[in-house]
């Protein structure tokens, strides 16, 4: 076990899925669930940096230089964050406009919605 742990951890820029094909043939009693367990654990301290989510997210956000968050809103218990890019934003100009929507949320779109035509009255645009 601790063989295939230690693999885990040296190879944690891989999906899970791509560890379980490296290896999961050779391990007929470990499975690719395990193997995901194993890498969500080892790897929290790359991605978990906050208990709550938003502030996790954000503080990955500000570790980079060169993102700069944009705009953050709250409504009806959902956060929207956004952010740009500087290099890029400066490269397109002031007239660019990107909303990205999680696709995983059936509400969200009616949420950015909701909240886009909010800024768009508020003249921030």
Same mark, same amino acid.
């Given at each position: 076990?601790?063989?295939?742990?230690?693999?885990? *951890?040296?190879? +944690?820029?891989?999906?899970? =899925?791509? @560890?379980?094909?490296?290896? &999961?043939?050779?391990?007929?009693? @470990?499975?690719? /669930? *395990?193997?995901?367990?194993?890498?969500?654990?080892?790897?929290?301290? +790359?991605?978990? /940096?906050?208990?709550? *989510?938003?502030?996790?997210?954000? /503080?990955?956000?500000? #570790?980079?230089?060169?993102?700069?968050?944009?705009?953050? @809103?709250?409504?009806?218990?959902?956060?929207?964050?956004?952010? &740009?890019?500087?290099?890029?934003?400066? =490269?397109?100009?002031?007239?660019?406009?990107?909303? &990205?929507?999680?696709?995983?949320?059936?509400? #969200?779109? +009616?949420?950015?919605? /909701?909240?886009?035509?909010?800024? *768009?009255?508020? #003249?921030?645009?």
């Amino acid at each position: 076990m601790n063989e295939i742990k230690d693999y885990v *951890q040296d190879h +944690l820029q891989q999906t899970p =899925r791509v @560890i379980w094909e490296n290896i &999961g043939t050779n391990y007929p009693n @470990i499975t690719e /669930k *395990q193997i995901y367990y194993w890498w969500l654990n080892l790897s929290q301290h +790359l991605w978990k /940096k906050d208990d709550n *989510q938003i502030q996790s997210a954000i /503080k990955i956000i500000e #570790s980079y230089t060169g993102i700069e968050i944009i705009l953050t @809103i709250t409504d009806d218990e959902v956060t929207m964050i956004s952010f &740009g890019i500087i290099e890029i934003i400066n =490269r397109l100009g002031v007239n660019a406009v990107e909303i &990205g929507i999680d696709a995983t949320c059936m509400y #969200s779109y +009616l949420f950015l919605a /909701k909240s886009f035509f909010k800024i *768009q009255n508020a #003249s921030l645009y």
